[in-house]
């Protein structure tokens, strides 16, 4: 009966070792993944805190240089941009040109899963006529050290067209 026991206990033993072997890199695995979700959703929500004190460097900031940026939906805003340097050219700058005052994020809500960064967020700025702008954002970044090198885009284009469509471009 004695052996039996023991049998029983170095086979339970052994397999907490297993099942320990099986598990343990899992979780190690779990705290690196959050390790790297709390610092991706923290470089995007200072990122977008700055912008919203009135900085500047948003795109710069938080974009790789190579980063592919859509534009989703449809309509002559839409569609994909290789590059910042492309972005900013394409979209941002003819759009902040037609603006008195730049969009600025009023609030924002900010998820982080694995290496994408969620967040959603409604702008508000004024159009070189003197009409307001407002739009809601939901912007999905996809991250690697800390720079979203992809990111798909939905917003209002209907709203967002109507200004590069109204207002003159100064350039």
Do not use: C
Request: aromatic residues 10%; negative net charge; hydrophobic residues 45%.
């Amino acid at each position: 009966m004695r052996i039996a026991t023991l049998r029983h206990t170095r086979a339970a033993a052994l397999g907490g070792a297993l099942l320990l072997g099986v598990l343990l890199p899992g979780l190690a695995q779990a705290d690196v993944n959050s390790e790297v979700e709390a610092r991706n959703k923290q470089a995007v929500s200072e990122a977008f805190d700055r912008w919203a004190a009135g900085g500047n460097t948003f795109f710069r900031d938080i974009l790789a240089p190579d980063v592919v940026w859509t534009i989703k939906g449809s309509g002559p805003s839409a569609g994909t941009h290789h590059g910042v340097d492309a972005f900013v050219g394409q979209a941002v700058q003819p759009f902040a040109a037609r603006l008195s005052e730049p969009v600025r994020p009023v609030s924002k809500q900010v998820w982080a899963d694995g290496d994408h960064v969620i967040i959603q967020w409604d702008g508000t700025g004024v159009a070189r006529d003197g009409q307001p702008y407002r739009n809601s954002y939901a912007w999905i970044f996809r991250m690697r050290d800390g720079k979203a090198y992809e990111v798909s885009a939905y917003l209002d284009l209907p709203a967002y067209d109507d200004v590069l469509q109204r207002i003159p471009d100064p350039a």
